[in-house]
C-alpha cells in the first residue's frame, strides 16, 4: 500500500467531500485521516490516504482531474519516517494578538527542536475590552530532552501577557 497526502482547496458548496471520497474509493483507496476547515467561502482540506501500488497513478490523475470541477487537489507522498525521542504536548496559548505572533511562536518551537504537529488558532474580541485576542492550540512533538518548565518560560518570554499551558497529551 502507498500512502498519499492530499491538500485540497475548493469554494465551499455541498457534496464537495463527497466527490472527493467517491474518488478516493472508486480507485480502492482508503481514507485514513482528515483535518477540514470552512473558512471565507473556501473549503480547505488535508487527508491521509491509503491505495494499493497499482491504482496509485490512476487514483491521482483522477484527484488532480478534479480541477474541472473548481477543485484543486496537490498530492504528497506520506511518509513513515522514524522521529527522534519525543513526547506528546498539548499546547494552550492566549495573548493580545499582534502582527508576527504566528512567526514569533513557530520560529522559537523550531528553535527548541519541536515538531508542531496541528495547529489551530483565532482572534476574538477580548471579554471585558474587547481588543483582539490571540489563542491557539496545538498538538507537539517535544524532545524528551527538554523540560516543559524551560519550553513555557522560553515562550512565555515572547509577550508579557502570553499565557501558555503544555500538558502531556493522554
Known amino acids: 500500500m502507498d500512502h498519499l497526502v492530499l491538500t485540497i482547496i475548493a469554494a465551499d458548496k455541498p457534496g464537495l467531500v463527497e466527490r472527493i471520497a467517491q474518488n478516493i ?19 480547505a482540506g488535508i487527508l491521509r490516504v491509503s491505495v494499493p501500488a497499482e491504482s496509485r497513478q490512476v487514483l491521482v490523475n483522477a484527484l488532480e482531474d478534479l480541477s474541472t470541477h473548481g477543485i484543486r487537489v496537490l498530492v504528497g507522498e506520506g511518509s513513515s519516517g522514524q522521529t527522534a525521542a519525543s513526547k506528546a504536548i498539548l499546547m494552550t496559548l492566549v495573548g493580545n494578538d499582534r502582527s508576527g505572533i504566528v512567526r514569533e511562536i513557530t520560529a522559537l518551537l523550531s528553535k527548541q527542536g519541536v515538531n508542531l504537529e496541528s495547529l489551530s488558532t483565532d482572534v476574538r474580541p477580548a471579554p471585558m475590552s474587547g481588543d483582539p485576542l490571540f489563542t491557539a492550540e496545538a498538538l507537539l512533538q517535544v524532545p524528551t530532552a527538554l523540560s516543559l518548565d524551560t519550553l513555557q518560560l522560553s515562550l512565555e518570554t515572547l509577550a508579557d501577557d502570553l499565557m501558555v499551558e503544555l500538558h502531556h497529551e493522554e
Open 25 to 43: 474509493a472508486a480507485h480502492g483507496g482508503n481514507w485514513l485521516e482528515s483535518r477540514m476547515a470552512h473558512m471565507a467561502g473556501q473549503f
